[in-house]
């Protein structure tokens, strides 16, 4: 009886089981901050825009944050899922990102809120009974003084923007961090925080803690709305800072040594170092707590080279004990 011989591979050629895991492309993250970007405006504008309460059960705040929740979801993987400059900002600040790599993603994302924007300008111009499209894109337009509903001065939707902002940041930096068990519940995470912050900046001024959304709807708002549009970039940005600056403070807190056997440190620095290597998907591609997991090498190397020692001699002492 013979037994079937496999048929040799070709020399060079990769085993079929192995898994790709390069990073996408800096064009294929590029694109998916713009389309999720585009996503998240489309929703968080359409709905606040063609809002029937009783055709529309589900408030626009609840439908925006939903809407996040999907895009990490669907892009997440590709880019980390930021679609929000003010998300991106806080990133580089905290060392998650390089710099020009967020300046490429901010551009991606203006670019996808303002394609957004559009397709719902075009989608208005079909409505026969509309008064007009400025007056409906001023209804879901950021703005203070007479352009808050409840005519909220300057200094009012300034600290609520920066408050905000600086709250989703921190939500999306800790629920991303590699050593978070958590991480792969983000989306969730992120977007039902945008959800209530949306609740709460739709009745100060339409505060949408994001400066791509801001401008995408104030391009095609009265120019009223152009002129404090400084006001919600300016203030993410600051909250996006206080956030990045803080966590980045506590991934360079060191980590006590906890005692115990050289087998348990070993174990407890392996899995350690396997948990900053896993992204969860969402984690940004470029340089992911980058301070969390540089320390874990060295504790492995270190915990390798005495744990041998300690077993040698233990086995000399029984070995003397034995007759």
């Known amino acids: 009886m013979t037994m079937p011989v496999p048929a040799s591979e070709p020399r060079g050629a990769q085993p079929s089981t192995v898994l790709d895991d390069r990073r996408p492309g800096f064009i294929a993250r590029l694109s998916a901050e713009a389309l999720g970007t585009l996503f998240v405006v489309v929703v ?3 709905v606040a825009l063609f809002a ?3 055709y529309n059960p589900i ?4 439908a925006a944050g939903l809407a996040l929740t999907a895009a990490m979801l669907a892009f997440g993987y590709l880019s980390g899922g930021h679609f ?3 998300v991106t900002v806080g990133n580089a600040i905290a060392g998650r990102i390089r710099p020009v790599e967020a300046a490429a993603y901010l551009g991606a994302q203006l670019v996808g809120a303002l394609l957004g924007a559009l397709a719902l300008f075009g989608v208005l111009r079909t409505v026969p009974k509309l008064n007009g499209t400025q007056a409906a894109f001023d209804t879901v337009a950021a703005g203070f003084d007479a352009r808050s509903v409840i005519q909220a001065p300057l200094a009012g939707v300034l600290l609520v923007e920066v408050l905000g902002t600086a709250l989703l940041v921190a939500v999306y930096l800790g629920t991303t961090a590699g050593r978070n068990p958590a991480r792969a519940a983000a989306p969730f995470a992120v977007g039902l925080t945008m959800a209530v912050l949306l609740q709460l900046g739709q009745s100060i001024g339409n505060a949408p803690f994001n400066p791509a959304r801001a401008t995408a709807s104030a391009l095609f708002s009265n ?6 549009l400084w006001l919600f970039w300016v203030a993410p940005l600051v909250g996006a800072a206080v956030a990045g600056l803080v966590f980045r403070g506590f991934a360079q807190t060191p980590v006590r040594a906890r005692a115990g056997s050289a087998d348990q440190q070993l174990e407890d620095a392996g899995s350690a170092d396997a948990d900053d290597d896993d992204l969860g998907g969402l984690d940004d591609l470029d340089h992911v707590d980058d301070v969390d997991s540089a320390p874990a090498a060295p504790a492995v190397a270190a915990v390798r080279e005495t744990a041998p020692a300690r077993s040698d001699e233990a086995r000399d002492f029984f070995d003397k004990r034995t007759p």
């Open 44 to 46: 968080g504008l359409g």
């Open 84 to 86: 929000n400059p003010a």
């Open 59 to 62: 408030p626009s705040s609840l």
């Open 223 to 228: 120019p009223d709305a152009l002129g404090q």
């Open 52 to 54: 029937i309460p009783q």
